[in-house]
T-cell receptor, first 110, second 115 residues
């Protein structure tokens, strides 16, 4: 069965420090992976998808098929990065549903 | 608001009751997805509709049902409510973002409290 694991429920770092939010997945096919972010009192929104290989708000994520990981990284954290982050796996070929991890609450301390 | 809209924002009801949650997708999006977010289960996929037809089912209880209407809005019906049904219910709609990739846009959610 498809599964997404985010081992850290809470992560706290200081402003300016590097951030890494971990995500591991289990899926036998070729996954499509996403990071979603939910800022306080806002709706869930897409942050990154692995196929676009882009950097959004300074965040990047690389799909490592060997380690079945899709960790989210940012070299220098900012206070506005404080939010709930969800890693999600999409099943291709029409299924389209998203399988979410449990989420990591990131707090950036001043 | 051209984004996904959901009504009501909050719903408080009693065990055994039935409620209906409503979702309107973004203009032009044909797909609607429902997700349940609870403290113990996290975000779980419930059901997906595309242009009025059910496309996929997830961990949706038999007490729950959904439909998508000709105008593409969707309703999620929850019946015989139990305390454990208290959760945030999200709706999302999608647009194709690649050959097989669909980007899902989420609504603000409906917070259901069952007392």
């Amino acid at each position: 069965a498809q599964r997404v694991t985010q081992p850290e429920k809470l992560l706290s770092v200081f402003k300016g420090a590097p951030v890494e939010l971990k995500c591991n997945y289990s899926y036998s096919g070729s996954p499509e992976l996403f990071w979603y972010v939910q800022y306080s009192r806002q709706r869930l929104q897409l942050l990154l998808r692995h196929i676009s290989r882009e950097s959004i708000k300074g965040f990047t994520a690389d799909l490592n098929k060997g380690e079945t990981s899709f960790h989210l990284k940012k070299p220098f954290a900012q206070e506005e990065d404080s939010a709930m982050y969800y890693c999600a796996l999409s099943l291709p070929q029409g299924a389209q549903k998203l399988v979410f991890g449990q989420g990591t609450r990131l707090t950036i301390n001043p | 608001d051209s984004g996904v809209t959901q009504t009501p924002k909050h719903l408080i009801t009693a065990t055994g009751q039935r409620v209906t949650l409503r979702c309107s997708p973004r203009s032009g999006d044909l797909s609607v997805y429902w997700y349940q977010q609870s403290l113990d289960q996290g975000l779980q996929f419930l059901i997906h509709y595309y242009n009025g037809e059910e496309r996929a089912k997830g961990n949706i209880l038999e007490r729950f049902s959904a439909q998508q209407f000709p105008d593409l809005h969707s309703e999620l019906n929850l019946s015989s409510l139990e305390l454990g049904d208290s959760a945030l219910y999200f709706c999302a709609s999608s647009v194709r973002a690649g050959a097989t990739t669909y980007e899902q846009f989420f609504g603000p959610g409906t917070r259901l409290t069952v007392l």
